[in-house]
């Protein structure tokens, strides 16, 4: 589906079809933008170790942490000069090799840090490395840049199979406008069920957190 087709998908939906529109273009499509993220993040809907900007990195010689592309959400696969590096956590090395902050050589593991506020996403390396090398990733993302109401023909990132179900999310979002011809609490509510059902809850920070730190835990760092 095009922007333009679920433009006028919403407005038959609703029944918005006269002007003045109580949604305007420019919030459906700011909807629909949310909608993508919000599946991406729920579901993993984008895997990509292909795009250059977001899955190629260099790193250089004592410099252990790196921005990632604000569109990264998870690390799938990381190889640092072909050799396939695994996942920790701040938590399993405090615990298992007390002074790893302080260690340079090879890199042995990484640490994947998410956006928070105004920081983006940063990859972190567990030994700070003393050569350059280049980095391979496959990551679950969201969106490389949004949609816009002026560009009609744009087709949200995510598959076309999941392009009716983002539409739950659109009602959703529209129907608790605050507004006396447009709030809706349970048609609201409604659609987020729908939109749940189809792309999971939305864990907070929190459970990320904790599903990050029950990964299987690393052999202690020799020093």
């Known amino acids: 589906m095009k922007v333009e087709d679920f433009i006028q ?3 038959s939906t609703v029944m918005d079809n006269e002007v003045p529109y109580f949604w305007t273009s420019e919030n459906i499509v700011r909807y629909l933008n949310e909608a993508v993220q919000e599946a991406c993040e729920r579901a993993k809907l984008i895997e990509d170790r292909s795009t ?9 010689p004592g410099v252990s942490t790196y921005n990632l592309h604000p569109s990264v959400l998870e690390i799938k ?10 996942e920790t956590s701040v938590d399993e090395l405090d615990e298992d090799s007390p002074g790893w902050e302080l260690l340079s050589g090879k890199p042995s593991h990484f640490i994947f840090e998410q956006a928070s506020g105004a920081q983006p996403p940063r990859l972190r390396f567990v030994r700070s490395p003393v ?22 023909a744009a087709k949200p990132e995510v598959h076309e199979r999941f392009h009716e179900r983002l539409m739950d999310w659109v009602l959703h979002r529209a129907y608790l406008k605050q507004d006396a011809d447009t709030f809706d609490p349970s048609k609201a509510a409604q659609s ?13 920070a ?4 904790k599903h990050r ?6 052999v202690a760092i020799n020093w």
């Not at 696969?77 to 695994?86: A, D």
Request: glycine fraction near 6%; proline fraction near 7%; include cysteine.
């Open 9 to 11: 998908e919403f407005r």
């Open 52 to 60: 250059p900007s977001v899955c190629s990195l260099l790193i250089e």
């Open 77 to 86: 696969r990381l190889t640092l000069n072909g050799q396939k590096l695994e």
């Open 131 to 152: 050569s350059a090398g280049s980095v391979a990733l496959t990551v679950f993302r969201g969106a490389l840049k949004p949609l816009s109401a002026d560009v009609d």
């Open 192 to 204: 987020l069920a729908l939109f749940v059902q189809a792309f999971g809850e939305r864990p907070d």
């Open 206 to 209: 929190n459970v990320q957190r």
């Open 213 to 218: 730190d029950r990964r299987p835990p690393v």
